[in-house]
């Protein structure tokens, strides 16, 4: 017998071993749709220079292997002229079919270098457009329209923009090791941005090990309906295992909607008064009205003015104008108007001898002595161990907020808010979408002028909050009138539709029929209402049909569109699921689509 | 410890007469009111070049760093910082309590400096109060670019007492303790001011206005250094240098490592 078949629900791989180890085909069986365009070898090795086809590889042994709960096919293979042994296993799992290749050498003296190559994806449809991890799409400069996180990389997809029939493929990765002499190359694969070098990848293995180890893991599954399929899939599988339960709060569910923060730098004019030497924060209060009101202040005092004595930034919470009652008067003005307040923690601030627990008691007597609501982290990504817990003895419902996009999954799980600093566009950050319920305002401190406007574009096409900040620590960066009166028409926009921007599913790099558009996506739970921002990165206007509705209108359900960002243009459904209108260029429009039931 | 300092005064004077070799009946008549003027040291008239280099961090420094040509008076500049001791003897005479007395002299006990800190420059006193203590005897603070040159006199030394940093010449010891203000008679500037470099900040005069922010600029450094990049720059620091203070209240003004030195113009 030289043909070997596994397959799931979505997936059948076919090889031949009939003279060397061949893979003859990825058929997709819902759609009766062969996805290998020829049959190839399923990797090949290189070794000082020349190349080993699996094909020219002894096979030692070919079954199908299979307990109570899992079938695998395995090839046990031997390179005898370098005494390399390979195995590749394709599994079965209810989702997808896991392809492992392994590999151990015995070398006669140290480790030679070898190159592993995986040339399946080089017959994959013409037709079939990538979706690479690092850069699922790119911008009109060639690099990602979104930013991206090692802990959650994006999959790797294949997928015809006609039928959004495709390929999905996830490459599970330890981003922990990212660097060391690790055997799995998986992140080579996740972190190219660019196509032709995917397909022509050339991945450099630590081959030091004469046991078997993991080399690369590639979980593949079947796409009907294109990367939006492929990423809510993926979103799944990424928030299986993790627990939101902070979100789910009552005590931090205030903060979720508090979209506009601001960063209050106490030595400006913008909210001290030289004169009466006091923070004014009913004034400062009475200015953000023009951006349509602060929900949070972030009061700060402490850089750029620690260091030049031994104060450390709890000691300036008493040399503040009023000290630590002053503190106080500033939160009961602003809880009067239902603004809440964060003081900073500043980690490189700390004493010679400072150890956590004193740390965490510093932070805990702030909170103790304060009616402070929240603590704002800078420069952290994470927060002391045993902080949150502390603070919640004191006083629940005090939130902890990031100054940097949480890095691993934990604090994702235990930090419900964060700082995103970027401001470029057509851009958004893949956590929006994958954690909508995480609070992560946008903000750029440095930007001025029409990167300002860029910013808030950006946040108008992700659907998130705001952090404004006019005062860098000393360098006076206002928004104009035209900026303040966009900002507050979103705010409006943000929280009359918070139910939709803010539900379970939303997703970017929604699929596009023109090449000059990016969309982002956004769903109500009800499954009535959606929300596309349309984005025209091009110089040029684009008009006609924009993008398919998926799914298309039910019979009997009737699609009403409005714009609520320009008041502008006009938009229609074509053949039951086709947007068009026109999009002019540089723009961006909010279209809220209802699908209503036909009376 | 003031005989010590009358005899740094009589250095001087041979110093300067040995600068001036040829002094003018100006330059004597000087000398004489230098005798008179209790600790302080004449500057002739004079223009240089002015720059100052520092890190500038976020928030900027709004001032103009140079080059520019500056003027700077002929001036009787106190040799040394006001001392504990000076600025007691102030409180006495003037009366002086300030408005708000957040951390005011917060190193003193019972109302008096410590007898170990004497002479010390005296700290915790904001730039009001050093205002307070130089109009109360008829001076002023040495401005941004005065300061400079007394520091560094017409040789535009990088450091008071030379172009080489010499840690044996000031108090850079990263730590926030003071030393006296005579502790470093050979770090002294070429007009003989003492105690330029490290040890502790000084006020300058200008409290400068960009509209938002009002700050000052601290000359000389400190002994007390920032362990983090992102704490205020400390340490010994260059002629040519300034740290942009950003004013709050009084209790954020006053500090552990700021004093201040006492300039009057000289008469034509």
Redesign the interface.
């Known amino acids: 017998m030289n043909i070997f078949e596994i397959e799931n629900t979505q997936l059948r791989f076919r090889f031949d071993t009939a003279s060397g180890l061949c893979c003859t085909g990825i058929f997709q069986k819902e759609m009766k749709e062969e996805w290998l365009t020829k049959a190839c070898v399923p990797f090949i090795l290189e070794v000082c220079g020349k190349a080993y086809p699996a094909d020219v590889f002894e096979i030692r042994k070919a079954e199908l292997l299979q307990d109570e709960r899992d079938r695998a096919l395995v090839f046990e293979l031997f390179l005898a002229e370098w005494k390399i042994r390979m195995r590749l296993s394709v599994s079965v799992k209810e989702e997808c079919l896991v392809f492992l290749l392994q590999a151990g050498a015995e070398w006669q003296e140290s480790p030679r270098e070898v190159y592993l190559q995986i040339p399946l994806f080089r017959y994959f449809p013409e037709r079939g457009k990538w979706h690479l991890s690092a850069n699922p799409r790119s911008k009109p400069d060639g690099s990602p329209a979104l930013e991206l996180h090692e802990e959650f990389p994006l999959p790797i997809c294949c997928i015809d923009p006609e039928t959004a029939h495709g390929i999905m493929m996830e490459l599970p990765d330890y981003p922990e090791f990212t660097g060391t002499w690790n055997q799995n190359r998986n992140r080579q694969l996740l972190q190219m941005t660019d196509s032709g070098e995917f397909l022509n990848h050339n991945l450099l293995l630590r081959l030091q090990n004469k046991e078997l180890a993991d080399v690369a893991e590639i979980h593949f599954s079947s796409l009907t309906e294109g990367y939006k399929e492929a990423f809510f899939r993926y979103k799944a599988h990424i928030r299986k295992n993790m627990d939101f339960s902070m979100y789910e709060k009552e005590d931090l569910k205030w903060y979720r909607k508090a979209v506009y923060h601001h960063l209050a730098f106490a030595y400006s004019r913008e909210i001290f008064n030289y004169e009466t030497q006091k923070l004014e924060v009913e004034r400062l209060l009475d200015d953000g009205e023009a951006f349509g009101g602060y929900d949070i202040l972030v009061l700060w005092f402490v850089y750029p003015r620690l260091g030049v004595d031994t104060r450390k930034q709890w000691d300036f919470c008493n040399d503040i104008p009023g000290g630590i009652e002053g503190i106080n008067e500033i939160c009961d003005k602003a809880h009067a108007r239902g603004v809440r307040v964060m003081l900073p923690y500043n980690p490189w601030d700390a004493a010679d001898n400072e150890a956590l627990t004193d740390v965490l008691e510093h932070i805990a007597e702030l909170v103790e002595k304060t009616r402070i609501d929240g603590i704002w982290f800078d420069t952290m990504d994470s927060i002391p161990r045993g902080c949150r817990e502390r603070i919640e003895r004191i006083r629940p419902g005090v939130i902890c907020c990031l100054e940097v996009t949480p890095k691993v999954r934990g604090t994702v799980e235990e930090i419900t808010g964060s700082w995103n600093q970027r401001f470029r566009m057509p851009e958004g950050h893949v956590l929006r979408y994958l954690f909508p319920e995480h609070a992560a305002p946008m903000t750029s401190r440095w930007r001025v002028a029409e990167k300002k406007d860029m910013l808030i574009k950006r946040a108008v096409f992700n659907g998130t909050g705001f952090a404004i900040w006019q005062d860098v620590f000393g360098a006076w960066l206002p928004f104009d009138k035209e900026q303040k009166a966009a900002l507050k028409k979103w705010k409006q926009i943000l929280l009359a539709n918070f139910d939709t921007y803010f539900g379970t599913d939303s997703m970017p790099l929604y699929p596009v029929l023109r090449e000059e558009l990016y969309i982002n996506a956004f769903y109500h739970d009800n499954g009535e209402e959606e929300i596309y921002s349309v984005y025209n990165a091009s110089d040029h206007a684009v008009d006609g049909a924009l993008f398919r509705l998926y799914p298309p209108p039910a019979s009997g359900e009737k699609i009403q569109i409005e714009e609520l960002w320009t008041g502008e243009g006009s938009f229609s459904i074509h053949q039951g699921k086709i947007i068009s209108g026109t999009i002019e260029p540089e723009r961006i429009y909010i279209l809220k689509m209802t699908r209503r039931k036909k009376v | 410890m003031q005989e010590k300092a009358s005899e740094k005064i009589q250095f001087c004077l041979v110093f300067l007469g040995d600068w001036n070799v040829e002094k003018t009946e100006r330059e004597e008549a000087n000398e004489e009111r230098e005798e008179e003027m209790d600790g302080q040291v004449y500057i002739p008239e004079g223009h240089y070049l002015y720059r100052v280099e520092h890190r500038i ?4 420094c709004e001032y103009d760093h140079g080059p520019r040509m500056v003027r700077v008076p002929a001036l009787f500049a106190d040799r040394y910082p006001v001392t504990n001791e000076r600025f007691y003897r102030f409180l006495q005479e003037s009366g002086y309590r300030p408005g ?1 007395a ?2 005011f002299l917060r190193h003193w006990e019972n109302g008096k400096y410590r007898e170990e800190d004497r002479n010390k420059p005296v700290v915790w006193v904001s730039h009001k109060d050093a205002e307070a203590f130089a109009g109360w005897y008829g001076a002023r603070l040495l401005t941004d670019c005065e300061w400079q040159y007394a520091a560094g006199g017409k040789e535009k030394y990088r450091y008071p007492w030379g172009d080489e940093y010499d840690r044996t010449k000031c108090n850079d010891t990263g730590e ?1 303790a003071l030393t006296p203000v005579d502790a470093y008679p050979e770090g002294a500037s070429p007009f003989g001011l003492c105690d330029m470099c490290g040890n502790a ?1 000084e006020w300058t005069e200008e409290v400068l206005d ?6 000052v600029l ?1 000359r000389g450094g ?1 002994s ?1 250094k ?9 340490g010994a620091k260059p002629n040519n240098w300034h ?10 003004n006053r ?4 004093t201040f030195r006492c300039a009057k113009e000289a008469a034509e």
């Open positions: 961090m976020e928030g900027d708000d957040k951390n926030e900040h960009d509209g938002i922010h009002q700050f601290l400190a007390y920032g362990a983090h990049f992102w704490h205020a720059e400390g740290l942009k203070f950003q004013l709050l209240n009084e209790g954020m500090c552990a490592t700021v």
